[in-house]
């Protein structure tokens, strides 16, 4: 469960930055202000510094370093800043990516020494309007300035997720040690933040009975029923879930054995056609939990409503553009692409979407229960029945659809008799020479599953200044628009001219 589809898709297919720059976000647990880091005759959130990306753990075991004793420990609410370039702290200049962490000191009333100080919302005003030289300060100043607010309600209208607030990890820590106390076990040790993101957070704690964690999702976000629902209805397929709460939309599963390596991968196929097979008979039930319906005909749908723009609107958009509140998904995509080029291009390809959405929904498969993102970092091995077996989890893009979306990653991911193999599952519904160009444009449509998922959530909970939705999304339409230029039947489809959208751009 420490994994996240939403981020490790994406930072699986953009090259990694050199550098990893974190702010953090410290706030006065009696009203103090936020504690900021005396720099000659200037200010700055506490700042560290990284060679590249590290685990959440380690910056947490930095930040009580430098500012508490051992007995403390820290916890992240969010990331608020997304994903940026930056040079690093002058006179740095050495480009990584910036992060503004947003924090609790857990054990300890936070106290301000050495060359930190807690200051008001009148310094942090000051500072911006004199000029912060720091682009990166600067950004997360501004930020900073709408947390210091006193009003409770405007800072939840701010940060919206309630996995974002203050107080929400020690609520689902005491949900976690208390179920798990009531299954007769005994907790050993704290409970540990492993993984935060826009899209899940997870916490672990130890037991006499094993490793426990607690995932909890996004505002909005069904997979804690989802993935309850599929446990129940595919157990051996899928991590067992211990425990489902609703009110803090999070579930609790044991832990299990991280993937299979290399050709062996190959064995996840085979469970993957099995298991939507199987679920052609469950679709009702999944649809009673929230799984979307994104076949053929309904994702032509939402094909059409991304590119539904006036024609003479030329407005460039900056990467950090709000989302106006009753914005069209065409008025979001448009932002996100940031100029009337690039959305252009957009536009230029969506027909010949429409048309395999066509080809799809003119063959005899029908839907099935589609994972949206099956790769290496969401399969794994479950013992909990004592045997070893292989298994899917991370059902955050789950829908009804066809079942070839699946492919849209496992296709370069395995040998192709592995491909094959599969095919042979579905030669009831046509002969394989038939199944090909079905195959090919469901391979190709599965990037709009993860499409959908971005927009939907962004409407919900967007609060990042530079939003990981928006990097998804784009991340995911250059993976689509190179698997349209490979599809094996010819659509007339234009060669790619550009210009294309670039990761940190």
Not at 36 to 62: H, K, M, T
Not at 94 to 103: E, F, I, S, T
């Amino acid at each position: 469960m420490e994994a996240d589809g939403a981020a490790a898709a994406s930072a699986a297919a953009q090259p990694q930055p050199r550098r990893y720059y974190v702010r953090v976000v410290l706030l006065g647990s009696a009203g103090q202000g936020v504690l900021l880091e005396r720099l000659g005759d200037s200010w700055d959130l506490p700042f560290f510094a990284y060679p590249s990306q590290v685990a959440i753990q380690q910056v947490c075991d930095d930040v009580r370093r430098a500012l508490a004793p051992d007995s403390a420990y820290f916890i992240v609410n969010c990331n608020l800043i997304g994903i940026s370039p930056y040079l690093g702290r002058p006179p740095t200049k050495d480009v990584g990516v910036a992060n503004l962490l947003l924090m609790e000191c857990q054990g300890h009333v936070l106290q301000a020494s050495g060359p930190y100080s807690w200051r008001d919302t009148a310094c942090v005003d000051q500072l911006l309007k004199s000029g912060v030289k720091d682009w990166g300060a600067e950004k997360a100043l501004e930020i900073v300035s709408k947390l210091l607010c006193r009003d409770p309600e405007r800072l939840v209208a701010f940060l919206v997720d309630p996995r974002f607030l203050k107080g929400w990890f020690d609520k689902a820590s005491a949900r976690l040690t208390t179920f798990i106390a009531s299954t007769g076990a005994i907790v050993r040790g704290r409970v540990v933040q492993v993984h935060v993101s826009f899209s899940s957070s997870v916490l672990k704690v130890e037991s006499s009975t094993g490793v426990f964690y607690l995932k909890a999702v996004a505002i909005g976000s069904k997979e804690a029923k989802v993935t309850q629902k599929v446990a129940s209805l595919f157990p051996e397929d899928a991590p067992a879930v211990e425990m489902l709460d609703l009110d803090l939309n999070c579930f609790v599963s044991r832990a299990f054995t991280p993937t299979l390596a290399g050709a062996e991968f190959s064995t996840y196929a085979q469970l993957l056609g099995r298991l939507q097979m199987r679920s052609i008979k469950h679709l009702d039930d999944l649809r009673a939990v929230g799984v979307p319906d994104c076949g053929p005909e309904q994702l032509a749908k939402e094909l059409r409503k991304w590119v539904d723009l006036k024609e003479d609107d030329a407005t460039v958009y900056p990467a950090t553009a709000t989302l106006p509140v009753h914005a069209s998904d065409a008025d979001i995509v448009r932002i996100w692409c940031g100029d009337v080029r690039k959305f252009a291009r957009f536009v230029k390809y969506v027909p010949f979407l429409l048309q395999l959405c066509n080809r799809l929904a003119s063959g005899s498969i029908p839907l099935t229960l589609v994972h949206g993102d099956v790769g290496r970092r969401n399969t794994g091995l479950s013992a909990s029945d004592g045997a070893s077996r292989p298994i899917l989890f991370h059902w955050e893009f789950a829908c009804m659809g066809h079942p070839f979306y699946d492919w849209h990653e496992l296709h370069f991911a395995v040998p192709e008799e592995v491909r094959l193999s599969y095919l042979r599952l579905f030669t009831k519904y046509g002969a394989q020479s038939d199944l090909e160009p079905l195959y090919d444009a469901g391979r190709t449509l599965g990037w709009c599953v993860k499409m959908y998922h971005m927009l939907k959530r962004a409407r919900l909970c967007d609060v990042e200044l530079f939003s990981t939705h928006r990097l998804v999304f784009l991340d995911s339409w250059e993976l689509l628009i190179e698997s349209l230029m490979d599809v094996r039947l010819p659509l007339g489809v234009p060669q790619d001219e550009g210009p294309k959208w670039r990761y940190l751009t």
